[in-house]
């Protein structure tokens, strides 16, 4: 599967953007999808995944309750909606894909990764 991350931007403090992640290849069903964010310098941290089935999703506790993941399987294309933006948020944000039920928090359990997409939180 090929990932084909966009949708970020520079916004201020408190807004929304939504970020989208789509796939190209077959059987995007399979696959669990999750959002890792990187700051220049540091490692890449898991922000949020969901499983294969949408009724699993698992977020970082500094993102719980402002991002919501999703997916429209028809799309093969999963969603970060992402509301009350803060600085500490600015970063470049990539979707990766692994073949399983559920998403994982830990980057090396992705083979496939998008090629990523700044988002800038201005104060």
């Known amino acids: 599967v090929q990932l084909q991350a966009s949708g970020g931007g520079l916004v201020q403090v408190g807004d929304s953007l939504r970020l989208s992640c789509v796939a190209s290849?077959?059987?995007?069903?399979?696959?669990?999808i999750s959002w890792f964010r990187q700051v220049t310098g540091k490692e890449r941290d898991f922000v949020a995944g969901?499983?294969?089935?949408?009724?699993?999703?698992e977020y970082d506790n500094s993102v719980k309750g402002r991002f919501t993941i999703s997916r429209d399987n028809a799309k093969n294309t999963v969603y970060l909606q992402m509301n009350s933006l803060k600085p500490d948020d600015t970063a470049v944000y990539y979707c990766a894909a692994r073949q399983g039920h559920n998403p994982r928090r830990s980057r090396d359990d992705y083979a496939a990764w998008g090629q990523g997409t700044l988002v800038t939180v201005s104060s």
């Open positions: 969901i499983g294969r089935s949408r009724t699993v999703t």
């Open positions: 290849g077959r059987f995007f069903g399979v696959y669990a």
